[in-house]
Nanobody
Framework: QVQLVESGGGQVQPGGSLRLSCVAS????????FDWYRQPPGNQRELVGT???????GYRSSVKGRFTISRDNAKNTVYLQMNSLKPEDTAVYFC?????????WGQGTQVTVSS
């Protein structure tokens, strides 16, 4: 059974940084593509960015230059480094992957950007 567990969320002041982690189990990690999503309060879930099995990344325009996705295949972990955080980045952040046509989500981790 594929499981994804996110961690690293918390409350931070505007301009601050956080690094989220997503640990995967039950899958061959190094061939998986991973997405980070977020769901702001009262809004729909939105794609933040993606990292492929080869390490290529892509981001939504509002986070480009501030967020970086990386992976450590030895640790079965995907990271989301978030810098220059803004109040509008407040959301529950989820990681997602797909295996054999099925999508798997973590439980999410709350990020709150507030002074």
């Amino acid at each position: 059974q594929v499981q994804l567990v996110e961690s690293g969320g918390g409350q931070v002041q505007p301009g601050g940084s956080l690094r989220l982690s997503c640990v995967a189990s039950g899958m061959i990690f190094n061939i998986g593509d991973f997405d980070w999503y977020r769901q702001p309060p009262g809004n729909q879930r939105e794609l933040v960015g993606t990292i492929t099995s080869g390490g290529a990344t892509g981001y939504r325009s509002s986070v480009k230059g501030r967020f970086t996705i990386s992976r450590d295949n030895a640790k079965n972990t995907v990271y989301l480094q978030m810098n220059s955080l803004k109040p509008e980045d407040t959301a529950v952040y989820f990681c997602k992957t797909g295996v054999s046509g099925a999508g798997y989500w973590g439980q999410g981790t709350q990020v709150t950007v507030s002074s």
